[in-house]
């Protein structure tokens, strides 16, 4: 298969942390009802002061030159950049068109690249995300399904959540059930520690309206072995 690489044809899923339970809570992503009361710059400002202290309690010298800045470099990365998807100022606005070519047949943008953090350990959780709809008369810029899978990604995730709030998304936006997404990914949390498992990869699948129905689901895995 090209494009599309399933590890050793193995479907696995991240169930493998240290063999516990793999949570998975709800849809929404876990927010406290004062998640905004802070502006970026005020986040900014106490995770540095708190990054410093792990830094501090790991034993590393913050004189240093190379050290002496990390601090705030961690802390604007995660506010502005890692962490971006959670502040709801950053969702992308979903401009819609006119199917004007009358193109009924299935739309889908594959190997979409994207880069999350696994919200058990922080650590990466890196992937692409295949994306197949049929319009129900409107279409939307391909930029922007890349713009919906990177707000949810930039966020504490796991991938179950991550698959299913990109599926709901995009009915929303195309104002279509016929969606389908599949999720390819790599958890550093099995790669880097615990098992440190780095042959296997996780895939999670959302399915609406007629991608429900066998041929069409086919159709679309087909297009992706491609």
Known sequence: MSNIQFKDQTLVNDLLLDDQDHPFTKLETPLR?????????????IIEKHFKEIMLTLGLDLL??????TPHRVAKMYVKELFSGLNPENEPAMT????????NEMLVEKNIQF???????FVPIIGK???????????????????IVNYFARRP?????LTMQIGNALKTALMTEDVAV?????HQCVSSRGVKDQTSSTITSFYGGVFKNEDKKGEFLKVLSV
């Open 157 to 161: 995730q796991v991938q179950e959540r």
């Open 182 to 186: 599949l999720v390819d990914a790599d």
């Open 115 to 121: 880069y999350s953090n696994c919200e058990h350990h």
């Open 96 to 103: 819609l068109f006119t199917n004007d070519y009358h193109y």
């Open 129 to 147: 995300v295949h994306i197949a709809y049929i319009s129900s008369g409107k279409v939307i810029g391909l930029s922007k399904l890349h713009r």
């Open 33 to 45: 009802e004062d998640a905004f009361d802070l502006d970026d710059d005020e986040k900014i400002e």
């Open 64 to 69: 240093d030159e190379s050290l002496r800045g």
